[in-house]
Every structure is written in C-alpha cells, then in structure tokens.
C-alpha cells in the first residue's frame, strides 16, 4: 500500500532502498552479498539520476508491488541471532561463575 502512494517505485527504487542508515542498518549491509548489495547502489545511484534531471523510469520499469520485497530482513535477523547466542553464552558462562545458593 505504502509503495503505491510513494513515488519511490517510479525512480525504480524498493522500499529497504529508502531505508535511513542507522547503526544497526549499516551493519546488516555489510552482511549483504555482493550481487545484492551492488543492486541496491544501482537502485540508488539511478533514482539520484533521475531525481537530478526531474525524470521518473518508463512505466513498464516501475517496481511492483508484488516485486518489492524486503530484501534486508534475512541478514537483519541473523545479526540478532548472533547478539542473542552471545548475550545466552554471557549469561551461562556468569552461571558458572556465581556460586550456588546454598539454602
């Protein structure tokens, strides 16, 4: 819905491509691969052309709805799978250290 009311589509650009670049966004690109990252700056770099000369992309070459899809998520959700089993190992190692609780 969001992506029919933006005008983002029309510059070719997929709605994690307008995404701010907060600390936790830049670093789930840099666990992007390559070939996706690279399509991401051309998304962007394109939409800044076109942007600068007052163009949108023909409509044929508008993203669609049924494209766009959050292409961020997956590498976002292994970053906090990895913060979780570190924060799991730094409670079970502080278990071992504190000594039980005699009653």
């Keep these: 819905m969001v992506l029919q009311c933006s005008w983002f589509n029309k510059l070719g650009l997929l709605q994690d491509d307008t995404l701010y670049e907060s600390p936790d966004v830049t670093e789930t690109l840099k666990r992007l691969p390559e070939d996706v990252y690279y399509e991401r700056l051309f998304h962007i770099k394109r ?32 970053q906090l799978m990895v913060l979780l089993s ?15 609780m005699q009653h």
């Design 47 to 78: 939409a800044l052309d076109l942007s600068m000369k007052h163009l949108i992309l023909p409509k044929e070459q508008w993203v669609k709805y049924d494209e766009d899809k959050p292409y961020l998520e997956p590498y976002h959700h292994s």
């Design 86 to 100: 570190l924060v799991a190992k730094c409670l079970q190692q502080e278990a071992w250290r504190t000594p039980a």
